[in-house]
């Protein structure tokens, strides 16, 4: 029996590396125009190249995470591989169980842990947390990218209502991602200083079974 087994495809990885970067520049040049008035973001907002270019590299980043929403909706509903992931990630009622089954356990009033199959509750909970976020944030952005259009068909209050959503959801979506998500994945101390499984796609038997228990069953039985 092999070491590792798969836990990500190549294309799973490839389309989490382009999330990665999109969300991370996203971020960058997103949330100094929301804070601009204190001394970091003026600073990075001079080290983006200005204004101008700061809102060229947040357009030019949000076409790209657009584009990779369209693949990744294909992706899911006409391929093999997709449409298994979005089984496997589906909220199910076993979720909610599992959490409170957790949540005894933290507490010390039951001895048993959950078992998870491909994904925890958690771990969809950050998936689904996503999409629905990068779908507000689409949304909103296509209103302010168009303003002037926007304007023409909408009431101010709208437009206002549209700037402050877009604003909140994108450092809500910095929360969940680079503090939640980062310190789960990477810096927790099982997996200090970083999971490789984003890099190479592989996951240890031994992690598996500790991890994803009703997964590696599954794969035992072949």
């Known amino acids: 029996m092999n070491s590792t087994a798969e836990r990500l495809s190549k294309n799973q990885r490839i389309q989490h590396i382009i999330l990665l970067v ?8 997103g949330i100094v125009l929301k804070f601009h008035n204190n001394l970091f973001s003026k600073w990075l907002i001079r080290l983006e190249g200005g204004i101008w270019v700061r809102g ?38 076993k979720d909610v169980k599992d959490f409170f089954q957790k949540l005894a ?13 491909k994904y925890n509750y958690f771990q969809k909970f950050q998936y689904w947390g996503v999409v629905f976020g990068t779908i507000i944030m689409i949304f909103t952005g296509m209103i302010l990218w168009f303003v002037n259009l926007s304007m023409a068909v909408l009431p ?18 910095f929360i969940v991602l680079f503090l939640f998500h980062l310190y789960n994945v990477h810096l927790n101390p099982e997996d200090f200083p970083m999971s490789k499984t ?3 796609g592989k996951i240890s038997i031994e ?13 035992i039985k072949g």
């Open 198 to 200: 984003w890099l190479d």
């Open 207 to 219: 992690r598996l079974k500790q991890d994803h228990k009703l997964e590696y069953e599954k794969i």
């Open 156 to 173: 101010k209050w709208v437009i206002d209502l549209t700037l402050l959503v877009h604003g909140w959801d994108g450092v809500l979506i």
């Open 56 to 93: 060229l590299i947040h357009r030019t980043f949000a076409v790209i995470l657009m584009l990779l929403v369209v693949y990744h909706a294909y992706w899911v509903v006409f391929t093999d591989e997709g449409h298994r992931e979005l089984m496997n990630i589906k909220p199910r009622w």
């Open 105 to 117: 356990f933290n507490l010390g009033l039951s001895k048993k842990q959950p078992e998870f199959d």
């Open 22 to 29: 999109s969300m991370i520049i996203l971020s960058l040049t």
